[in-house]
């Protein structure tokens, strides 16, 4: 049974940092990922890794955020800088065993909330 659990979410000050965790079970993944879903707005790619370490990222993150992955331990992690009220969502970890995201594991969610 495949398990994607988040955990790092929480309320922190416009300009500040959070970190993301995204612990996997249940098999190995060559892509992982994040999205993010606002209220009122359509849930949207925020970064991805592959196995191999190919990265991608959002351009409205790039140069704050920072993705990487643990392949030993099978997590995923985000490293969130420069945080903006505009990131303020529900963070979702997602995986894919082959090729590129989006996958069909999803995450729980976990909420940044960003104030200002």
């Known amino acids: 049974q495949v398990q994607l659990v988040e955990s790092g979410g929480g309320l922190v000050q416009a300009g500040g940092s959070l970190r993301l965790s995204c612990a996997a079970s249940?098999?190995?993944?060559?892509?992982m990922g994040w999205y993010r879903q606002a209220p009122g707005k359509q849930r949207e790619f925020v970064a991805s890794i592959t196995r191999g370490g190919t990265i991608n990222y959002a351009d409205s993150v790039k140069g704050r955020f920072t993705i990487s992955r643990d392949n030993a331990k099978n997590t995923v992690y985000l490293q969130m800088n420069s945080l903006k009220a505009e990131d303020t969502a529900i963070y979702y970890c997602?995986?894919?065993?082959?090729?590129?995201?989006?996958?069909?594991?999803w995450g729980q969610g976990t909420q940044v909330t960003v104030s200002s």
């Open positions: 249940g098999s190995f993944f060559n892509a």
């Open positions: 997602n995986a894919r065993i082959s090729g590129l995201l989006p996958g069909a594991y």
